[in-house]
């Protein structure tokens, strides 16, 4: 753990606290913690989800080089998303949220 | 860190993630882990969040059992706010995204 300066409000805290605050991107994240996944091996776990809200976030998340995308040229074509190392570097937050959800909620 | 079964969605986890994914939760939460406040000094660290705003999240989370209030019968009356247990518990969840966010944004 780091020391933290709680006497003043950090925009690097703040800009993950908001990404990290969207809509399904914690589900998200945590889906793929569990290795490489298809759209649809990520829809099984978050059915509320829309197939166009799932689509933007991944977007989003492979912009902020959070997630890879892999296109395999297999008949049919298979797409397969993966965490970077940036997003690897999460699964302490999606634990500690998890731990806490599971004493508190 | 505890063993997280990441091949399915957990409630508690969602319900978790819902709750510090509002907006300014995670702000409101960040500040109070530096102790007990009043309403202005919270206003000081997350000064675009309007009063109102602030009202509404604070009211929400005595209802969780997040924070307590407390009225100090001087004049002029003082109010304070701090986390309860389970506020303090998300001590790791603020601190996990405080060192993401000082490595990766």
Chains 1, 2 share one sequence.
């Not at 998200?28 to 829309?50: A, Y």
């Not at 689509?55 to 998303?81: A, C, F, Q, S, W």
């Amino acid at each position: 753990m780091i020391s933290v300066d709680y006497s003043t409000m950090c925009p690097r805290y703040e800009a993950a606290a908001d990404l990290l605050g969207k809509k399904w991107t914690g589900r998200i994240i945590r889906v793929l913690l569990g290795g490489p996944k298809r759209f649809k091996d990520m829809k099984e776990q978050i059915p509320e989800m829309s197939d166009k809200m799932l689509t933007d976030r991944m977007k989003e998340l492979e912009t902020l080089g959070i997630v890879n995308r892999h296109v395999y040229p297999e008949m049919p074509v298979r797409i397969e998303y993966e965490l970077t190392a940036k997003g690897r570097d999460l699964q302490p937050v999606i634990e500690s949220i998890q731990a806490w959800g599971e004493q508190w909620m």
